[in-house]
């Protein structure tokens, strides 16, 4: 750039000068003149920073997966020499186990943080009785398409914006995690613990939620189109502005929930649902909702009472 300055310089001083000829050129002559060495100067300044990002980029790319490989050496060294699997729960090894766990997980890409955690799980480290505590766990946008993470545990991660499309996680626990705008686009949630979680913004399309526990969760704004929903707990959880299109809610529990009738309208199948006021409604049509309770919103009253109020089960 300092270079096209320069030029500039020279030619107003030239043209300053006189008796030069520049001062007989018109308006197009000047730009003809300017713009070649103007975009020039301006694209060799864009390669040259680009250049540049690029190469930072492949030096921090090296960097994490120096320090994922260190991370995966120093782990297998817990698990062959120190014995982690059976580690007792107050011993150090665990704590130095999460302590390194924690602390190279923000440094790396989605696909590194997928294969880290999936380490941990293939070495059963991080099944429902975990041996190393994930606990704040930076997880964002990890991508974990069709993982097998079934009987997990994951309670208390940031799996904020992560793919886990197609992501069997049967049973796992991944309660009070924080997963706004997450893509579970079919993912297998079956009997999962997601209490208290926040999944704001998440796609759980095509997701299978039978039987899973949602109390106190946050799904507002979620994509629950095309959902199943059959036996799920969603008492006392935040369903404002979640889409139900095409979603199955059999002896699905909505007591308390906030949650809107326009919004029920557009499941597929309701059947022997508990509403926020307590009825139990069944009505495979959805026309015939609307015409047995009108267009009232079902919101439930905001609640006094709190999450720790009900008694936490993590099996």
């Known amino acids: 750039m300092g270079g096209i300055v320069l030029f500039v310089y020279i030619l107003v001083e030239t043209i300053q000068a006189g008796n030069t000829g520049f001062d007989k050129q018109s308006l197009w002559d000047w730009m003809d003149l300017l713009i070649v060495p103007l975009l020039l100067g301006v694209g060799i300044w864009w390669l040259n920073r680009s250049e540049k990002e690029t190469e930072r980029d492949i030096a921090n790319y090296r960097a994490s997966k120096s320090d994922q490989q260190a991370y995966v050496n120093s782990m297998t060294d817990l698990l062959l020499k120190h014995h982690l699997r059976q580690a007792p729960e107050d011993n150090e090894v665990r704590s130095i186990a999460r302590t390194l766990t924690l602390t190279v997980l923000p ?47 994951l309670r208390q991660t940031d799996l904020r914006q992560a793919t886990l499309v197609r992501t069997n996680l049967f049973r796992a626990i991944l309660q009070q995690s924080r997963m706004q705008k997450a893509d579970l686009t079919g993912a297998i949630l079956m009997e999962a613990n997601l209490r208290e979680a926040n999944l704001r913004g998440a796609t759980l399309r095509e997701a299978v939620l039978r039987d899973t526990d949602l109390r106190w969760a946050d799904l507002g704004q979620t994509d629950l189109s095309e959902a199943n929903l059959q036996e799920a707990d969603l008492r006392r959880a935040d369903l404002r502005d979640a889409n139900f299109a095409d979603a199955v809610l059999i002896d699905t529990n909505l007591r308390d929930a906030q949650v809107t009738l326009t919004q029920l309208h557009a499941a597929r199948l309701l059947q022997n649902i508990t509403l926020p006021n307590g009825d139990r409604y069944t009505t495979p049509p959805a026309a015939a909702v609307q015409a047995v309770l009108g267009d009232a919103t079902l919101t439930a009253p905001a609640s006094t009472g709190n999450p720790s109020d009900e008694t936490a089960s993590d099996e």
């Open 107 to 153: 440094g790396l890409n989605g696909k590194q943080k997928a294969q880290v955690l999936l380490f941990l799980y293939e070495s059963g480290l991080i099944e429902r009785s975990a041996v190393v505590q994930l606990k704040e766990a930076d997880l964002q946008k990890a991508n974990l398409t069709r993982a097998n993470l079934k009987n997990s545990n």
